[in-house]
């Protein structure tokens, strides 16, 4: 069998010393961000909510919302499917049109009251082990069960947004011992629109139903 080797991950925050004032400025900067600020800005809700209701808007959408009162274009930022997207920089160009296209409604451009413009930030993970080798379907199982919730986000959320690779570390390994079945439904889950918790109950259930089935 082919082992798969459980890893987690630690994240470094830094500010990268650029603001927006407003909406114009939020697109700058947006154009000319790396994509460790975009991922940043799309994709820490889902980290720190672990049990609560998944789905929080993102950091631009929040940011013109509530401190520019951009309620429109709020709700435009808000809707883009982050799912639908497979790297960083196609929901970087996403981000982009959406507000060009706001800006060609001509709105008015208001600034952020001094001490509340957007501050562009990133993260860099550090990959680490966690000792914890699966070597079956069975052993796999067990240890999602017990594993840091953070081995989780990185299997699922970074293997395929971050790291830019075709589906999920789980998908991929299942299909590599022979359950191409488990992959398949494993694969075809939104992740989110689960919280972190619930992710990791629904594939459980998945992978518990499959070894009922060879016992």
Avoid: C
Avoid at 83 to 100: A, D, P, R, S, Y
Avoid at 179 to 203: K, N, Q
């Amino acid at each position: 069998m082919n082992p798969f080797n459980f890893y987690t991950k630690l994240d470094l925050i830094y500010l990268t010393n650029r603001r927006a004032r407003n909406i114009i400025e939020l697109l700058e900067g947006i154009r000319e961000a790396p994509g460790s600020v975009i991922y940043y800005h799309t994709h820490r809700f889902l980290q720190q909510h672990v049990y609560l209701s998944p789905e929080p808007p993102n950091d631009f959408a929040y940011w013109t919302a509530n401190t520019l009162q951009e309620t429109l274009l709020a709700e435009k930022l808000a809707a883009i499917d982050i799912i639908e997207f497979k790297t960083i920089m196609e929901l970087k160009n996403k981000l982009v049109k959406t507000i060009e296209e706001y800006l060609l409604m001509e709105p008015e451009i208001r600034n952020a009251p001094p001490g509340m413009e957007f501050h562009f930030m990133k993260s860099r993970s550090f990959v680490l082990q966690t000792g914890y080798v699966a070597n079956d379907l069975k052993e796999f199982y067990k240890i999602l069960e017990i594993i840091d919730i953070n081995s989780l986000y990185f299997h699922v959320f970074e293997a395929r947004m971050r790291l830019g690779k075709i589906d999920n570390d789980f998908s991929i390994w299942l299909r590599s011992v022979g359950e191409e079945e488990a992959a398949a439904v494993v694969s075809r889950l939104d992740p989110y629109t689960f919280t972190l918790e619930g992710l990791r109950a629904r594939i459980l259930n998945i992978l518990k139903r499959r070894l009922d089935e060879k016992d």
